[in-house]
């Protein structure tokens, strides 16, 4: 406020880049703070549901990845004891609950779905993920490599879920088909869709939006 006042250009005195990244990280931390694993995001009924649900990306729906889930796997990196590649099939036999969720927009505008498929917390458990880590990190098979990390507190909160179904049928390839990971709790993008592969990971590796500026945990 100062700088304005005395009508200087805040990028020849100091680094606004800069300056600007340490209040992200600021804000991430307080946002982690207040944070409570133990808090659900509102549920609402069938009737709610928006219809049809938008697509949304940084790009055309033309240009959504276009994935076989026949050969599709999920690659599992990092510190898990159990390091195998998931087809859709076995991902299929796990248990699944249906949440419907509003999902938030960072760029203003909100939708409730209904999604289904199981909690990342429990094949966090069955791959025998170390929950001492800071955050499971997804890649994805958008066009430019979309990625992004969760902290694990988000990992693991009740409601965060590895999705394969949208209103009770198999995930729309607008909406990430194979699997999406639909996260209630935080703003959309970082709800990661057409994922490859996840790794957990003591190491910050940024994200798509997050290395744009963009609060990472959000």
Known sequence: ????????????????????????????????????????????????????????????LDDAPTIDGKDW????????????????????????????TRHICVEGWSAIGSWTGTPLRHFLQLIGADMRAKYVWFNCADMDGYNSPLDMATALHPQTQMTFKFDNEILPRAYGYPMKIRVPTKLGFKNPKYVVSMEVTNDYKGGYWEDQGYNSFS
């Open 1 to 60: 406020a100062l700088t304005l006042l005395t009508g200087c250009d805040v990028t020849d005195s100091f680094s606004a880049e800069s300056m600007l990244t340490q209040i992200s990280k600021f804000n991430d931390a307080v946002q982690a703070k207040l944070f409570n694993p133990n808090t659900l995001a509102p549920t609402f009924p069938e009737s709610a549901i928006t219809r049809p649900f938008p697509f949304n990306a940084y790009y055309a």
């Open 73 to 100: 796997k999920l690659d599992v990196r990092g510190l898990v004891e159990n390091k195998k590649s998931w087809t859709l099939d076995e991902l299929y036999q796990l248990p699944q609950e249906k949440q419907i």
